[in-house]
């Protein structure tokens, strides 16, 4: 089987445990990056890659140099070297969630700005994977703290970005006091002479990859992109709805996880919406696109694998909800719109590390694309008062109102009321489920929009804060770690991980400490928020329960104590 025809990841010989991650992350196929570096990294082939960033490069090494840690040995068998910190941070999460199944498994990040003695700790402890910045890098080898004579491959992650920062020295450093016979990667957006010198010093016969961009022109298609700060990407979706013009709509995310989520969410907001991913079998893959065809469905969560050869001409509006790992499947995408010579519009969700993604798609399509403001409360209640004025007009155009006339003329004389009481009465009726001026509330993150995103501004110091005890579903047999729930609930309701009290992990489910003054939106919110795939289903702790627990944790402090005894006696 050639490269070029791999599209699962099943086909790459990845070890069964990172290949389950996978699938529970929700990949369906590798991105062209990693279907032509996961293979000659995992043969032990040196590698010199060009891709840009967000072509999904960190799995691209990560899995397979994952498949071949010896877990046994608790010392660096992977280096990778990023410019900044925040990087460094994203490839060690990735590089985590890939080894969830991995028995054992550490990872240690180190980078400047942060306490060294939490690194050191770190160091001590016992590592199988490093992932840190030139400069702090250099400092623990310096000190004799990071030993790399473990080392069994050395990833080099935006080479061209640490020659712009300046690194390039401290990277020539760090590879020379590597062992010889390592595996060496190099991943770069633009190849300039001193990383191709780099790449000559230090790579042995390496395999070169370049992702190759198509220029296209898509000049039917109406370009935007908004850059992702404050809402959410849901809530900007919400809003998007609302006031654009759009006969059918398909949404673009990475993953049929995401893919279903999503399509369930806008559901839920009222918005008839289907996905198309991996896991939707022929039948209701043709059922879905008759249905879009037919005006039956307006919007459709689509993941690549699943949009190719989609051509539906009521297909207006593409939204990238999640940017795409290069140009060409870009170009792809907002292909789907703008059909037969109709003009489309084509919206890209981009945060700020995806910029340069976003640099490249432009010259790739040759076009600008313009950045667009998210439409405003106003916005929206001007949109429904124009919608609902609309409706009036048509329907005094469309209908025959003689009976409706008669039935409000008596009922005015029977009242004693004005038309313009009653005409005012009737459009509450019409408009009460969605209102013409909407609350502000009702346009935030989920389930009808629930409030989340300020609440906790005015909390104070987290020792004057009253803490209440919950539970949530979600325990040890789920792999769960304390990191993963603080994660979770401080990212889905913007609570600092400072509020966030005492957790404690059982075998079916875990207690934790949260304000007490907690909203009823913010908890109903929570309660959908999902952790290693569960749902937190969150509730108050009863009284009866903590004593129950609090009599485990006594029966289980008084059993080791006569076991250290009963111990200590046959000493």
């Known amino acids: 089987m050639s490269i070029s025809t791999l599209s699962r990841f099943a086909d790459l010989a990845i070890a069964p445990p990172l290949l389950q991650a996978v699938e529970e992350v929700g990949y369906e196929s590798p991105s062209p990056i990693q279907a032509q570096s996961i293979p000659p990294l995992l043969a032990g082939r040196d590698l010199l890659g060009q891709a840009q960033t967000g072509t999904g ?27 900044t910190r925040e990087l460094a941070i994203q490839v060690a999460e990735a590089m985590q969630t890939y080894a969830r199944h991995l028995p054992g498994f550490h990872i240690a990040t180190l980078y400047g700005g ?41 990833v080099l992650d935006e080479a061209d970005e640490m020659l712009r920062m300046g690194f390039i020295e401290d990277v020539e450093k760090i590879l020379d006091a590597t062992p010889s016979g ?7 957006a633009t190849m300039p002479s001193a990383i191709r010198r780099v790449a000559q010093r230090h790579l042995k ?51 049929k996880v995401m893919a279903a989520e999503l399509a369930e969410k806008l559901e839920a907001r009222g918005y008839s919406s289907a996905v198309l991913s991996g896991d939707i079998s022929q039948p209701l893959r043709e059922k879905t696109i008759d249905r879009i065809k037919s005006g039956r469905l307006d919007i459709i969560v689509a993941t690549d694998v699943a949009a190719r050869g989609l051509d539906v001409e009521r297909i207006s509006h593409v939204i990238n909800y999640d940017i795409p790992y290069d140009t060409e499947t870009y ?24 910029k340069r993604m976003l640099r490249s798609i432009e ?30 007009t048509d329907t005094l155009e469309d209908q025959d109102l003689g009976f ?13 009321l ?89 075998d079916t489910f875990s207690t934790v400490y949260l304000p007490a003054c907690m909203p009823k939106a913010v908890f109903q919110h929570l309660k959908q928020v999902r952790v290693r795939g569960q749902k937190l289903n969150i509730s108050p702790c009863a009284k009866e329960e903590r004593t129950h627990r609090r009599s485990a944790q006594r029966a289980r402090k008084h059993k080791h104590k006569k076991h250290a005894k009963a111990k200590a006696a046959k000493r």
């Open 182 to 188: 390592r595996q060496v990667a190099l991943f770069s």
């Open 205 to 255: 016969d390496p395999v070169e990859i370049k992702i190759k961009s198509k220029t296209a022109t898509v000049s039917t298609v109406t370009q935007r992109y908004w850059q992702v700060r404050g809402l959410s990407k849901l809530d900007a979706l919400t809003r998007i709805l609302e006031v654009e013009d759009f006969e059918a709509m398909l949404v673009f995310v990475r993953t």
């Open 418 to 506: 004005s038309l313009r009481e009653i005409a005012a009465s009737l459009a509450y009726l019409v408009q009460k489920d969605k209102p013409l001026v909407p609350p502000e509330e009702d346009l935030s993150s989920d389930s009808h929009a629930v409030q989340t995103s300020n609440w906790a501004a005015d909390l104070g110091k987290p020792s004057h804060q009253q803490m209440q005890l919950f539970r949530i579903e979600v325990g040890r047999q789920h792999e769960v770690k304390p990191k993963n729930i603080v994660g979770a609930i401080a990212n889905e309701v913007n609570l600092a991980p400072r509020y966030i009290g005492q957790i404690k992990l059982f």
């Open 57 to 83: 490069k960190t799995a691209a090494f990560a899995l397979p140099l994952l498949s071949k840690l010896d877990l046994s040995l608790v010392h660096p068998q992977i280096l990778v070297l990023a410019p």
């Open 331 to 354: 170009v792809h995408r907002i292909g789907r719109t703008g059909r037969a010579g109709r003009q489309g519009d084509a919206i890209l969700f981009v945060s700020s590390r995806e």
């Open 114 to 154: 942060q306490n060294i003695s939490t690194q050191l700790r770190q160091l001590r402890r016992g590592v199988h994977a490093v992932v840190g910045t030139p400069g702090r890098l250099i400092d623990h080898l310096l000190r004799g703290t990071l030993k790399l004579d473990n080392l069994s491959t050395v």
């Open 404 to 416: 409706f006339e008669d039935l409000i003329s008596n009922y005015q004389q029977d009242q004693d």
């Open 363 to 392: 010259q790739a399509t040759r076009q600008p694309i313009q950045p667009m403001q998210i439409p405003s409360h106003a916005d929206i209640a001007d949109r429904r008062i124009v919608q609902f004025k609309q409706l009036i």
